[in-house]
């Protein structure tokens, strides 16, 4: 089975901005990937003039969620790094059982990376000197360049949301045939754990696990 991988542009977000961007992103592939009823609700970014939509499920909102939380742990124990979440689709399929395998299998057929550089803003201060009167509110120069970021990352998140129905209306060969009754492909959200390295070797173990090298290209 082929994997298709999609790799979102990076995006520079303060901590405070992490919780709403992720919801942004992460709901907005999940409903494009739904398949059965949903029952489409309409969510206002409080940061951002973006609206998204979610598929109405309290279950897959209180997942998601739970895994915004660990990832925002995770950042405030790695301060100023670059970070990745992995949202991948699979399928689960019966194999011949043996003594070293299991009964099932997952095979990735889609993964989504979400990519962001959380910083932290520098403070201002203002332009006293002692060898001039000159003193500069940095009250009204903070602010306008507040703004002028926060449009930046809008228009950066709107960029990423566009990629995700670029990449849903042009790639579809790739996706399992619908079983009846199913809403949801089974899904899974891997965060970076303890290292960096850790993250890379545990998405390498998944794939080989998967019996399908093809999905490391």
């Known amino acids: 089975m082929n994997c298709e991988v999609c790799q979102l542009k990076e995006l520079e977000v303060e901590h405070f901005e992490i919780r709403e961007v992720l ?21 206002d970014l409080e940061l951002f003039e973006i609206t998204y939509v979610q598929c109405g499920d309290v279950e897959l909102e209180k997942k998601i969620d739970e895994k915004i939380d660990h990832f ?18 699979y399928e689960v399929k019966s194999k011949q059982p043996s003594w070293f395998t299991n009964k099932t299998e997952r095979l990735y057929w889609e993964q989504w990376y979400v990519n962001l550089n959380v910083t932290q803003h520098p403070k201002h201060h203002s332009s006293k000197s002692h060898h001039t009167k000159l003193v500069v509110d940095p009250g009204e120069s903070a602010t306008e360049e507040r703004s002028c970021r926060r ?44 290292s ?12 080989l696990h998967s019996g399908h090298p093809t999905m490391l290209s």
């Not at 992460?26 to 398949?35: N, Q």
């Not at 100023?80 to 949202?87: A, E, G, V, W």
């Not at 390295?197 to 390498?204: H, K, N, Q």
Request: overall charge positive; some cysteine.
């Open 151 to 194: 449009a930046m990352v809008e228009a950066s998140l709107r960029e990423v949301l566009f990629q995700i129905i670029k990449f849903v209306n042009e790639k579809k060969d790739h996706v399992p045939p619908i079983s009846e009754g199913v809403i949801y492909f089974p899904y899974e959200i891997t965060i970076p754990s303890s």
């Open 72 to 89: 925002i742990s995770w950042v405030e124990k790695h301060p100023n790094k670059k970070s990745q979440i992995c949202l991948s689709f």
């Open 23 to 43: 919801r942004c992103i992460l709901h907005t592939i999940v409903f494009h990937r739904a398949l059965g009823l949903v029952r489409p609700k309409d969510v």
């Open 196 to 207: 960096d390295s850790a993250f890379g070797m545990d998405m390498i173990k998944r794939m």
